[in-house]
Every structure is written in C-alpha cells, then in structure tokens.
C-alpha cells in the first residue's frame, strides 16, 4: 500500500500551495510540512523551494513525482485485478479530433467482447495528461505534443494537418498562399487543445502569429465548428479526419505547408500501462482484418 505521504507529496506537486493541499486532503498545514520533510531526510534530498515567494520543485522531486506516480497508479490497477477477475476495463482518454473522429470503430471493436468495459474522456491534451499523471487514465490517445521524457508512448496513425473551409469557399480545395489568409475569420479550439498548439508552432516556424488575423473566434466543440464551416464564411486548421466525411467541407493547403503529426498512445512506463496499451491495440488489428 502507497505511503500516505507519498500521496500527500503528489497533491502537493499537483496544486504547488502547502495550504491548498492541507485542505484537498482534510490535513494540516504543519501536517503537511511534516511529511515533505519526512520524504526530504528519507531521500537525502530537497524536494522543494522558494523562488521569490513562489514554490518550485526541484529535479529530484521531478524524479520522485514520476516515480510515485508510476506506484500509485500500479497499486490502482492491481486492486482493480484483485477485484474483478473476469473480464476486461479500461479507462482511456482521447483528444477532441480523436475521440470524436477517429476511435469509434475501435472502441466498437473491444466491445464486441461482452464481458470487456471501457470509459473514455474525451477532453484537451492538458487536461488529458493531468488526470493521466493522476493515474486516472490507462492511457491516452493524444494529438501533437506531450512531455516524451515524463511518459512513454507508441504510435497510433500518422494523420495529416490541413486547412478546411465551406465547399463553397473560396479557398475550397486550393493550395493558398500564406498572406490571403489574415482576413479570413479563423476558428481556433481552445487554449491546451492539440490543434490549436500546433497551429501556433507552425505560424512561428514561418515568422507569423495568431495576431495578424483580423478574426478569430474560439470554439472547443468540433460539431459546432464544422456547421459554421458548411457557412462558407469562416476557416479552420484541424486534422484531415475532422472533415473527410463531411461532404459540406473541403481542404485547402498553405503554399509550403506540408504537415503531418502523430497520434500516440501516451502512458506510465508500467506493466500495467504497456499492457492496456497493447490489448486495446490488437482489437484495432483485428478489426482490420476482418
């Protein structure tokens, strides 16, 4: 059973307050104390400080938190084992474009199986990765970019990036150059979502920004996004699955621009994890094939 002061240094790495902690976990605050400092004479190392007023962790406690993380999640899973030994669930996270676009088929596939269970979140990558690190999820499908040395991963697809828009656009089906776009409205997901990280990332490898558009509206659900498409009077950047099922969208391409990220499966480095992982996988396999 995981030491309750390793809980106790979690919530603390989580919420970085020692009040805020004391109070998520019916605790005080010297109780709070007492225990990093426990933790401190136990592994010969300091674990926190203070930079101007502000807590920061050090790297060994960036050590010990995915260490602890690892256990703790391990020790959920293996009470999960004891308890239900027939059958198989899985808790999964998926980002919007994925979990909305891309994993019904495979999902359909694992529930074929009658005895087998599954819950997905579907929800932004920093959100998705923070209940992950929690050891919430089993693992998640995550669009674009995650921290490679705090989790382990393995790809899922390759999917191109592009730009969609109304079929009657007038950037339907087009290779555009850079400079026609700013006085387009342009649609962003949310702050934390893949695609609108990626978009930024791609704006500053060519020296723009988000800035220079004369529009922007921001909108976390895609089935709002693509009716305002079908519109003709706004454009979007989002992963090629978002609309090619949706005859009321086309593609259109940046002059230079030729972009395809990763869908990974991001998860601990356990057993456990790696297991999920590769079960949920082989029922993607077998669907393939028949």
Known sequence: MIDTRIETFLTLCRVMNYRKTAELLNMTQPAVTQH?????????????????????MTKEAELLQKYA???????????????????????????KTIGEYVIDKH????????????????????????????GKLDFALIEGYFDKSRYASKLYRKEPFV???????????????????????????????????ILGQLLTEYN????????????????????????????????????????????FCIKGWNVSREFNYVYLDTPFSEYAVNLFENYRERNARQ
């Open 36 to 56: 990093i400092h426990f933790l401190e004479e136990q592994y010969g190392c300091k674990l926190f400080s203070y930079d101007r007023r502000t807590l920061t």
């Open 69 to 95: 993380e690892n256990v703790l999640y391990q020790e959920k899973k293996l009470k999960a084992e004891l308890k239900h030994s027939d059958g198989v669930s899985l808790s999964i996270g998926a980002t």
């Open 107 to 134: 999902i359909s596939a694992f529930l074929s199986v009658p005895k087998n269970s599954i819950s997905v979140n579907v929800e932004n990558t920093e959100t998705l990765l923070s209940e992950l690190s929690a």
């Open 163 to 197: 730009g969609l828009c109304g079929k009657n656009h007038p950037f339907a089906n087009k290779t555009v150059p850079i400079d026609k776009i700013w006085i387009e409205n342009l649609i962003l997901r949310e702050e934390g979502s893949g695609t609108r990280d």
């Open 208 to 251: 723009h920004s988000f800035a220079e558009f004369d529009r922007i509206t921001t909108i976390s659900n895609f089935g709002l996004i693509t009716k305002l498409l079908e519109n003709n009077n706004c454009i979007t950047f989002a992963y090629r699955a978002v609309g090619e099922n949706n005859d009321a969208l086309a593609e």
